[in-house]
């Protein structure tokens, strides 16, 4: 164990001409947070978004892991991964099946409710969290390459070759379609994953095709 007086020190003096013997701060960078021991659901209104699911019995924090888990159930995860991702033990969700009969009629007779009431959302803010945590590391990769492009790890480089393609106007256009405040109804991510396909395999064709590329001659003979 290091004792205060194995660290470096500042020698200095008091109003007094007294000597003083202060211990040197060491700047050490900030460590990284831990997104286990953050909650980042208050930052994104999950909470307030699962308060929507009528209130179970128990306390405040078991009627909270009973409307986390409806939520993971009602936006399609099985029994277990549910329990999984609720940080609950299947004996948990036994006892509350038995001691708690709305809970109980929520999950075997009335997911498809908070499917249609709630299901879409949770999907959406899980969404653009995630969205919004990958956009700030391209930045930092795209930040870095502009200034100081010799720079970059190989890691950093391979990062940076693969998220130039994914900001392009047809993108942002399909993002805020599929995301956007004033998109009907919940996201279908079928269809969206589908469009975001659709649209980089014609921005890919567009690219690679030249003007002697023979099904465009072809085309173009059929209009004339």
């Given at each position: 164990m290091i004792s205060q007086l194995d660290k470096p020190n500042i020698v200095c003096y008091n109003v007094n001409m007294v000597e003083e013997i202060l211990p040197v701060v060491s700047e050490e960078p900030p460590a990284v947070p831990d997104?286990?021991?953050?909650?980042?659901?208050?930052?994104?209104?999950?909470k307030?978004?699962?308060s929507r699911i009528p209130h179970m019995k128990g306390g405040p924090r078991t009627a909270e892991s009973k409307a986390d888990y409806l939520g993971y159930r009602a936006t399609g995860f099985p029994i277990r991964q549910?329990?999984?991702?609720?940080?609950?033990?299947?004996?948990?969700?036994?006892?509350?099946?038995?001691?708690?009969?709305?809970?109980?009629?929520?999950e075997t007779n009335r997911l498809s409710e908070l499917q249609a009431s709630v299901g879409g959302d949770l999907v959406r803010i899980e969404f653009l969290r995630?969205?919004?945590?990958?956009?700030?590391t391209d930045f930092k990769v795209l930040y870095k390459a502009v200034h100081h492009l010799d720079a970059l790890t190989e890691r950093e480089f391979k990062v940076l070759q693969k998220i130039r393609s994914l900001y392009s106007p047809q993108d942002l256009?399909?993002?805020?379609?599929a995301v956007g405040p004033n998109a009907d109804g919940p996201i279908n991510f079928a269809d969206f994953v589908l469009s975001i396909t659709r649209t980089e395999t014609e921005v890919?064709?567009?690219?690679e095709r030249t003007p002697e590329d023979p099904d465009i001659i072809e085309?173009?003979?059929e209009e004339a």
């Open positions: 997104p286990d021991g953050i909650d980042l659901a208050d930052e994104t209104g999950q307030a978004l699962l549910a329990c999984y991702l609720a940080n609950i033990n299947h004996s948990t969700l036994t006892r509350w099946r038995a001691s708690d009969p709305d809970f109980a009629d929520f995630n969205m919004r945590l990958a956009m700030r256009l399909a993002v805020t379609r890919k064709l567009a690219t085309a173009e003979s």
